[in-house]
């Protein structure tokens, strides 16, 4: 069979244009690794709770995703390389309360927006916020420490001033009027020896730091902000039920990618992650073991994360005020 000369050039003008097309339209996603930036140092549980789902995409999509650790300025140096990347999935975020939804309110020169910069792909887990106590404080309630706030002072610790908890406690002093000094630390680990040892009197922190204590015995927690009580505690009463009306507060952990990512990718992220975290996978009972309590099956959809960011992101701009911080 002979080709025209008109058919030839055609035939020569459409490999060209096919070599100008982007590779993804030649291949299925994913066909190599996918990188999964945590933006904070190993072993703390972005990481963990990370390298947990990372596995779950990766059983799921059949390739390798490789976690790299991105620390630095609360969370903002790693959630601004994915903010910046090319938007085709193999490039996404572990994002939290930090890089999230309070470091706008305390950074000045933030080099991203985390309403714009990202699409949401599926809230993963959450460590409720509560407040523990050292045994030597009198209240065992949380109405009981309110009251007593108000004969006297009582100190309560955070992670740290423009903290997640910092921010909940701010909340939790503007609702109930309670008398409260803040006593800023560098971590919430950081924090429980001098609970322990009563150098303060209290601590807002997350639940998976206090449970340990709570469970030895060396400090009990007194709420929980949950909107029911937990599983792995059901002893521990909601703020909610000490009349401290839909108080709830987390540090909590999800996916996202680069805004521009293509819908169709974005799904089949939050697909291997839902299932992942679902059905006979091992991947809950490990989060539970930390101390965290898994999403609702909306909360893992891309428009479930995006409207949980979006709240959270509007209280965090509340409680910035209350406390006074501006952002440096």
């Known amino acids: 069979m002979t080709l025209s000369r008109r058919s030839l050039l055609a035939t020569i003008g459409l490999g060209s244009a096919a070599s100008l097309l982007p590779r993804a339209a030649f291949a299925a996603y994913p066909d ?28 799921a999509l059949g390739q390798p995703v490789i976690v790299d650790n991105r620390g630095g300025a609360g969370g903002s140096i790693g959630a601004e390389a994915v903010a910046r990347a090319t938007p085709d999935g193999y490039t996404l975020l572990v ?29 993963t887990s959450y460590a409720p916020h509560c ?79 206090a449970m340990p204590l709570h469970k030895g015995g060396q400090a009990h927690i007194v709420a929980v902000a949950l909107e029911k009580r937990s ?28 805004a521009g990512t293509p819908a169709a990718i974005v799904a089949q992220l939050q697909k291997a992650i839902a299932d992942g975290l679902s059905g006979s996978s091992p991947a809950p009972d490990k989060l539970r073991a930390m101390g965290s309590e898994i999403a609702t099956p909306e909360q893992m959809t891309a428009a479930g994360f995006a409207a949980f960011i979006r709240d959270d992101y509007k209280r965090m701009g509340e409680a910035a005020k209350l406390a006074g911080l501006e952002p440096k």
């Open 131 to 209: 407040i523990i106590l050292g045994n030597k404080v009198e209240a065992k309630t949380l109405p009981e420490l309110i009251a007593l706030s108000k004969k006297e002072q009582i100190s309560i610790a955070t992670s740290g001033v423009g903290s997640a908890t910092h921010m909940t406690l701010e909340r939790f002093k503007a609702q109930t009027g309670a008398n409260v000094v803040h006593v800023p630390y560098r971590s919430g680990g950081a924090l429980m020896p001098d609970l322990i040892g009563g150098s303060i009197q209290a601590a807002m922190t997350e639940f998976s730091t």
């Open 231 to 258: 599983q792995i505690a059901p002893d521990v009463a909601t703020f909610i039920e000490g009349g401290v009306k839909d108080f709830t507060a987390s540090s909590y952990i999800g996916i996202l990618a680069p």
């Open 95 to 123: 994002g939290s309360n930090g890089p999230l939804t309070v470091n706008p309110f305390v950074q000045a020169k933030l080099g991203y927006d985390p309403l714009k910069d990202f699409v949401a792909v599926a809230l």
């Open 32 to 59: 190599r690794p996918i990188r999964l930036i945590v933006p904070f140092a190993a072993g703390g549980n972005a990481d963990i709770v990370g390298r947990i789902v990372g596995e779950r995409i990766s059983n």
